[in-house]
């Protein structure tokens, strides 16, 4: 979703290798230097000069939603500023925006920063549209997609055959974690900004906290609008900030009040039930529990062992058009250890599912059996023609040595031109529209 240069100018990395994290961190940056205002008398001054340079840095990066976090984060240093404003600062202030404003003008930013106001921008479509089945896919999948699975699970199973843009997350850190992991971590997940907020709330004597919390906002709508929260570097000033709070509380003993903690939890909860309910309003065709990915209405009457060096990366995509055309139902199981009770169904086993034991179990009790380029020997589960149903699929051009040792066992269906990898595999089901 990101690219280093925006009409031959180059868009501000700092060596993140995406502009979008790199906006998150001067955004936060940003914010942070104004705690140099709280410590001496010409602090203040300091702190303008050090947020007008990072300023100009920002508009390089031209990160729309760096821009938006900064703006947010801003809103309770303005809020807990000590009143009057000296004439003065007001004008340096005034000053440091222009110099950030001539920037913006001298660097062409208003265009980038501007698309998707006056015309479509497809980085914002896209978003949208990931976004907008984040709650479905949550629902899907009660206990989680599994870190570092949301882009290839939206990709599979969510996003319309029409696109092909790849993506590892889905654009935004917090419904990333969030569709990965189960309910209660979601909620657990919630919470801890909840918490955090809170913590950094500032009251009475301690109108400082104002910097913390803009600190933290601006990292948390940064987070919002890209998965930039999985880089390191963008906690170490948020996480020096709560250090700082959590010191001032327990040195003080100053605590927020035990009612005020219903507020983060209540809205954990608010929040997980608004997204359940979003998640439910259309019917899913998907549907995962553990290690088993269910394709359909009803009971499977196939189920898939997948492994990528056959079947790719796409497969959840082919499903989708299968189960589109027909009524079947199918089953995917991502570990051979969590394969369901079999009552004569149809199991179609690709390359080298693990464990490998528990193929010959699998194997014994499934109506029918399709070995799909195989990289495990009949003698490893127990092959017993007698008691197995088993059909062979191998490519004409597969390097499995296996494949060779099953040759002698059974009849194999050679598929022409074809190695390993079967960019057709859904001959191998039994599909009606066969190519």
Same mark, same amino acid.
């Given at each position: ?10 868009? @501000? ?43 100009? *840095? ?49 660097? %062409? ?56 843009? %790849? ?27 909840? !918490?955090?907020?809170?913590? *950094? ?8 906290? #104002? ?12 987070? #919002? ?41 209540? !809205?954990?909860?608010?929040? *997980? ?11 899913? @065709? ?8 269910? *394709? ?47 009552? %004569? ?27 799909? %380029? ?13 008691? @197995? ?12 040595? !296996? ?33």
């Amino acid at each position: 979703m990101s690219d280093l240069h925006f009409h031959g100018i180059w868009r @501000m990395d700092w060596g993140l290798g995406n502009p979008n994290k790199t906006g998150a961190l001067i955004a936060i940056l940003m914010v942070a230097v104004w705690m140099l205002s709280l410590w001496r008398k010409g602090g203040f001054w300091v702190a303008l000069a050090l947020f007008t340079g990072l300023g100009i *840095c920002l508009i390089h990066t031209m990160s729309r939603g760096a821009l938006i976090a900064l703006s947010a984060g801003l809103i309770p240093l303005l809020l807990a500023a000590p009143r009057p404003w000296g004439r003065g600062k007001i004008m340096g202030a005034v000053a440091a925006i222009w110099v950030i404003v001539g920037a913006s003008v001298y660097l %062409n930013a208003g265009e980038r920063l501007g698309q998707g106001i006056v015309q479509e921008d497809r980085s914002i479509t896209n978003r949208f549209q990931i976004w907008k089945v984040a709650p479905r896919m949550m629902v899907d999948a009660p206990g989680g997609w599994g870190i570092g699975s949301s882009g290839a699970a939206y990709m599979q199973w969510y996003q319309p055959l029409s696109g092909h843009e %790849n993506y590892r997350t889905l654009v935004n850190s917090h419904l990333t974690w969030m569709v990965e992991l189960g309910w209660p971590l979601r909620v657990a997940y919630l919470f801890g900004w909840g !918490a955090v907020f809170l913590l *950094c709330w500032p009251r009475g004597t301690g109108r400082w906290l #104002a910097v913390p919390l803009g600190i933290w906002m601006t990292f948390f709508v940064a987070a #919002a609008f890209s998965s930039v929260a999985e880089s390191p570097w963008l906690w170490i000033a948020p996480g020096v900030a709560l250090i700082a709070v959590l010191g001032y509380r327990i040195r003080g003993q100053i605590w927020p009040p035990g009612k005020l903690w219903l507020i983060p939890i209540g !809205a954990s909860f608010l929040i *997980c039930g608004i997204l359940a309910v979003l998640g439910t309003r259309h019917l899913s @065709m998907v549907h995962k529990q553990g290690g088993v990915i269910v *394709c359909g209405a009803g009971k499977p009457q196939v189920w898939i062992l997948p492994d990528p060096k056959v079947m790719g990366t796409q497969w959840g995509r082919a499903l989708r058009q299968l189960v589109k055309k027909s009524p079947e139902c199918v089953g995917v199981v991502l570990d051979a250890g969590k394969m369901p009770s079999l009552q %004569n169904e149809h199991v179609v086993i690709s390359g080298s599912p693990l464990p490998v034991g528990k193929l010959a179990e699998v194997m014994a009790t499934a109506g029918k059996v399709t070995l799909v %380029n195989p990289r495990f020997y009949p003698q490893e589960v127990g092959f017993d023609p007698a008691r @197995m149903n088993v059909e062979l699929v191998i490519g004409e051009f597969s390097d499995s040595p !296996a494949a060779a040792v099953w040759k002698e066992k059974l009849p194999a269906k050679i598929l022409p031109g074809v190695g390993d990898y079967l960019p057709d595999w859904k001959v191998v089901m039994g599909n009606p529209e066969k190519p």
